[in-house]
């Protein structure tokens, strides 16, 4: 049977960690053919981010014309675009209708605090998403207003989803919310609490980009975005309980992607 592919739109991560390599294992864990368009080449590893080397717009719009240009893509997801310059290229893309169920995470910094991506270019590409994943720090950089409990968290969504994307998920695996994670999703008007046990470890890095890749995964397959997001809520659960005891790195380590199917 041939499985259904899906688009990732994203910088490389060395490590492996996050960005088109987190996003590639989460397809391939999912049962998707993962395709890629390459936003930017960073140096780094569990510890930090070395290095970023945003690639030209013209090189971004080359690879998804060959991409589109030959698969049937059912699914898109966007993380790190680096550059207003390189998000014009992809809302372009999608203003033209070319990237369908498009899901927006809008990297702008790194779990080591290392910035890759400007909020400008994030909103040029707002407008276009069926469904946009900011962590808490995003949400708050994209509202302007602290988000800092679930109560302002509901807040963030509501506020961004009367903007532009249809669907929105503040996530909050770091929130204090007596030993849970607990996101935010507003879907049609409705806002739900999505809630699952906390698991503790330090190898936590490319959780977002996990997240909305595995929404992607779920948006090809045709499901409704609420259970999409219920599915990849667990998906990235149990990656996180797989790598607890993992010794990759030094730093923030990645995520068991394939533990759950072992």
Known sequence: MTPQTVLTIAGSDSGAGAGIQADLKTFAALGAYGTSVLTAVTAQNTRGVDAVLPLPPQ??????????GDFAVRAVKTGMLGTPAVADAVAAAARDGRLPRLVVDPVLVATSGHRL????????????A??????????????GGPVTTVEEMVAAAEALAAGGPAHVVVTGGDVDAAG???????????????????VATRHNHGTGCSFSAAIAVGLAAGH???VAVAAAKEYVTRALTGARGWELGAGRGPLDHFGWSR
Do not use: H
Request: hydrophobic letters at 45%; charged letters at 20%.
């Open 59 to 68: 090189t971004v719009t080359d690879q998804l014309d060959s991409v589109l």
């Open 117 to 128: 991506g400007v909020v400008d270019a994030v909103e040029r590409l707002l407008p276009y």
């Open 224 to 226: 409704p975005v609420p």
């Open 130 to 143: 069926e469904v946009a994943t900011p962590n808490r720090a995003e949400a708050a950089a994209l509202t």
């Open 180 to 198: 849970e994670s607990v996101d935010v999703l507003v879907s049609g008007g409705t806002t739900t609490l999505l809630r699952a046990p906390r």
